[in-house]
């Protein structure tokens, strides 16, 4: 089982760069869907992301629907405020791949698309009175350590033991 995230057109670079160091940190593939707002080699990307990215496996995708063809639909969660359900209210602990799909940080996912998918849809809860939309990175990091919590955080270390000689 894996959680993947997915970057549906994402167009500020230090939000994947941070995104891409939570993937590295968590085990979790990175998708991107194009087109990207920024260069790959962008600077801020490389600073946000520092010495991680030999670490995230990623996969970029030409379009919404080249993404698609690639997986199983069936465990697939449009992360966005236009929802009903609510992110920590879904089992993920199935044993199955959870494809965590976030929109680009300007206009989110596709209306037409969270339409035809409603029931994929979910959202973290918040106050919309005052604020319009939680960061980009925020988001990812609070859905995959959801999964991850409810999965009893496979394949990563709950605890930090420092080495013998720092201790000195």
């Given at each position: 089982?894996?959680?993947?995230?997915v970057?549906?057109?994402?167009?500020?670079?230090a939000?994947?760069?941070?995104?891409?160091?939570?993937?590295?940190?968590?085990?979790?593939?990175?998708?991107?869907?194009?087109?990207?707002?920024?260069?790959?080699?962008?600077?801020?990307?490389?600073?946000?992301?520092?010495?991680?990215?030999?670490?995230?496996?990623?996969?970029?995708?030409e379009?919404?629907?080249?993404?698609?063809?690639?997986?199983?639909?069936?465990?697939?969660?449009?992360?966005?405020?236009?929802?009903?359900?609510?992110?920590?209210?879904?089992?993920?602990d199935?044993?199955?791949n959870?494809?965590?799909?976030?929109?680009?940080?300007?206009?989110g996912?596709?209306?037409?698309?969270?339409?035809?998918?409603?029931?994929k849809?979910?959202?973290i809860?918040?106050?919309?009175?005052?604020?319009?939309?939680?960061?980009?990175?925020?988001?990812?990091?609070?859905?995959?350590?959801?999964?991850?919590?409810?999965?009893?955080?496979?394949?990563?270390?709950?605890?930090?033991?420092?080495?013998?000689?720092?201790?000195?």
């Amino acid at each position: 089982m894996t959680n993947h995230i997915v970057l549906f057109e994402p167009q500020i670079p230090a939000n994947t760069g941070n995104i891409a160091r939570t993937c590295a940190a968590t085990n979790s593939p990175l998708h991107l869907i194009e087109p990207l707002g920024f260069s790959t080699d962008d600077k801020h990307l490389k600073r946000a992301g520092l010495d991680y990215w030999n670490d995230v496996d990623i996969t970029y995708h030409e379009n919404l629907e080249a993404f698609l063809r690639t997986i199983d639909t069936e465990n697939l969660h449009l992360i966005t405020k236009f929802a009903h359900g609510v992110y920590s209210e879904v089992d993920y602990d199935d044993g199955k791949n959870h494809y965590f799909m976030f929109g680009k940080e300007t206009t989110g996912l596709p209306e037409e698309f969270m339409r035809e998918n409603e029931e994929k849809c979910l959202r973290i809860p918040m106050n919309d009175e005052h604020v319009r939309s939680l960061n980009l990175s925020n988001t990812v990091a609070l859905v995959v350590y959801e999964a991850l919590r409810q999965q009893n955080f496979p394949k990563l270390e709950l605890t930090h033991h420092y080495e013998h000689d720092k201790l000195d």
